[in-house]
């Protein structure tokens, strides 16, 4: 038996049609439902839909054997317990700092809010820049619209969200997209199925 914990959201939207190609499917109703584990076309696979945030405390405990997460949550997570086997392409965007104008920074110690605190931290230690990070768990472009912070680090893609709430994207921090990550015990026991769907996977992207 092989289990699959896959991101709810938009990543999930991405990843049904590569997994459909790879030779997965699971039915509507089983989407629909209200069930946590869902059957697929194949026996010997069960998927669970959860939190992105999740998916990597999953894999990483065995309780999945593979799953599907956006770069920014592995970075966050550190991928203790997990390899990082392929780049899905989806769910692309970039890891960035904005803020309502390029001179942001007032005093010596910058103030930051994000929800990815990890990867702020390490920017502005390797930039040399004394922070305060204060974590957020969402519409973090209003910290700096209120005086909560100087600065955000966020996710951007079209742009529109900074622009709608006047802030500028000023320096990239990282690419990110979709990753598929295995568990390192199952990548030995399971090596075989586990190979085989990714290399499906992989072929089709
Ligand atoms: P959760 O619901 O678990 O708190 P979330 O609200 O961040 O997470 P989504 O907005 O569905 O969930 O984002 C899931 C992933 O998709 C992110 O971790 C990131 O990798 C990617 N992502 C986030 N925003 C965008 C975007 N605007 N464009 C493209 N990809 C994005
Ligand atoms: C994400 C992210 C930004 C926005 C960026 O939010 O947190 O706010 O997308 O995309 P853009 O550059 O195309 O505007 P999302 O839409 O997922 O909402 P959420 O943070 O409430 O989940």
Redesign the pocket.
């Known amino acids: 038996m092989l289990t699959i914990a896959l991101s709810k959201g938009?990543i999930l939207e991405q990843t049904l049609p590569l997994l459909k190609k790879a030779g997965l499917e699971i039915a509507a109703e089983e989407l629909n439902s209200r069930k946590l584990i869902l059957d697929t076309n194949l026996d010997d696979v069960k998927v669970v839909i959860i939190r992105g945030t999740d998916v990597p405390v999953f894999v990483q405990h065995g309780a999945a054997d593979m799953g599907i997460t956006g770069k920014d949550v592995l970075l966050e997570h550190g991928a203790n317990g997990l390899f990082e086997m392929l780049d899905l392409g989806i769910a692309k965007?970039r890891l960035m700092v904005a803020a309502k104008s390029e001179n942001y920074q007032q005093g010596n110690i910058l103030k930051v809010a994000t929800k990815y605190v990890k990867s702020a931290k390490k920017y502005f230690e390797q930039k040399g820049q004394p922070c305060e990070i204060i974590k957020l768990y969402?519409a973090?472009?209003l910290a700096p619209v209120v005086g909560l912070s100087h600065c955000i680090v966020?996710?951007?893609?079209?742009?529109?969200?900074?622009k709608a709430n006047g802030l500028i994207p000023l320096d990239h921090i990282e690419d990110i997209s979709s990753r598929l990550v295995i568990n390192s015990a199952s990548f030995k026991t399971k090596n075989a199925a586990i190979k085989s769907w990714v290399n499906a996977i992989e072929k089709n992207l």
Request: aromatic letters at 0%; a negative charge; charged letters at 30%.
């Open positions: 938009r965007c969402g973090m472009e966020d996710i951007v893609d079209t742009g529109n969200t900074l």
